[in-house]
């Protein structure tokens, strides 16, 4: 899965990592720093609704926001 997030600096890039890894906690998680949607990537979850939604929603309680990019998407 990938989702393009709001946020640019390291730490809170690691909060949003670590947030994610309570949720999901064997899955690899990669961020794209070179592209200016700020591409995370999640291998190893099934790419459903549901799992969309609770990304999105451990991503805000970082304080920012991502939403799913779908194949394709990811440099819109």
């Known amino acids: 899965m990938q989702f393009k997030v709001n ?7 690691l909060a949003i990592q670590k947030i994610i890894r309570e ?3 064997n ?3 990669k961020f794209e720093l070179d592209n200016a949607n700020r591409v995370l990537h999640i291998h190893g979850i099934s790419e459903t609704g549901e799992n969309a939604a609770q990304i999105e929603s451990a ?4 304080g920012f926001s ?5 194949r394709g998407e990811e440099n819109k």
Request: glycine share 4%.
């Open 7 to 13: 946020s640019e600096a390291p730490d809170s890039l």
């Open 23 to 25: 949720k999901f906690p």
């Open 27 to 29: 899955e690899e998680l």
């Open 59 to 62: 991503i805000r309680e970082t």
């Open 66 to 70: 991502g939403s799913w990019l779908t």
